[in-house]
């Protein structure tokens, strides 16, 4: 006989659900709401640390200790014209300005009364004649020449250090090398002017155009010396007035010299190219190059 197996099913022996015999119903509720007993509420937020007190100089070196204030030292710069040296030198030229002009006065008047705009009294600039002339004129130039360089020196506006022990030196130096500058380019365009000339079969104009620009730097000299000498002397920032008046009397001779020199080739019967072609080689190209070597400063 088969044995019986009696299958019952395992489900309806399951114990009920738990939940109907928790308190309230729902294990969930277990959990008190109080927030002293959660746990996040108990661990302390290490991202927002508590301030930390500043600390004196005592904490830290002791009782004793102080603070000692260094101020920093910064190297203070100052214009080169406005140093001592550089005005000394500008009194020093003054002085031989005023006696060169008062010793030849005769000199002086004669070469202000060669400027003339009038065509029938043209060529009395190209003129040099006499040993008194020749002299006056060698020492307006040695005079204007150091004059320029100064002028040329405030004009760049070269900042030297006032604590630097070799400051001073700094001053004959430069105006040195810019003196040596003017004479480069003068000998520069009296050399082209006498090579042209013995090449060309032309030194009787060249010899004039020489005359010429003696004349008319000394002519230069006697006019903007005074002026250049007192904006030399005027403080940082000032002498605007003057500047003008030293750019248009310096205008007004470079005016006068052009038209000198132009009227000079048309009295030699020599083409107006060849008077382009001497200001362009003789006048602006020496001229071009020191201002590009300003510029670059």
Known sequence: MARQIDITDSLTTTTLDTLPDVENGDSLQLVSSDPQQDSLVLVPDTLCPAPIPPVTAEEVFGTSSALVYTPRTNQN????????????????????????????????????????????????????????NVRFLWAMTIIGIPTLSLFLLRMVDLQIPLSTIMAPHWI???????????ATIALYQIGLLWLTGNISLSQSTTSLLIDLKFNYFSLGSILLCPLILLYLLTPSGTGHGILYCIWGVLGIVVFL????????????????????????????????????WVAKI
């Open 172 to 182: 004959p130096l430069s105006g040195i090398l810019i003196i040596v500058a003017i």
């Open 257 to 292: 010299y052009l038209k000198d020199s132009f009227t000079l080739f048309l009295s030699k019967k020599i083409p107006i190219l060849h008077w382009i072609l001497y200001l362009c080689a003789v006048e602006i190209f020496p001229l071009s190059l020191i201002g590009f």
């Open 77 to 132: 710069t100052s214009p080169i014209y406005e140093s001592g040296l550089f005005q000394g030198i500008v009194l020093a030229l003054t002085l031989a300005y005023l006696f060169v002009i008062c010793r030849s006065l005769r000199e002086t008047y004669d070469l202000l009364r060669k400027i003339s705009l009038d065509p029938a009294k043209k060529g009395r600039m190209a003129e040099v004649q006499g040993s008194s």
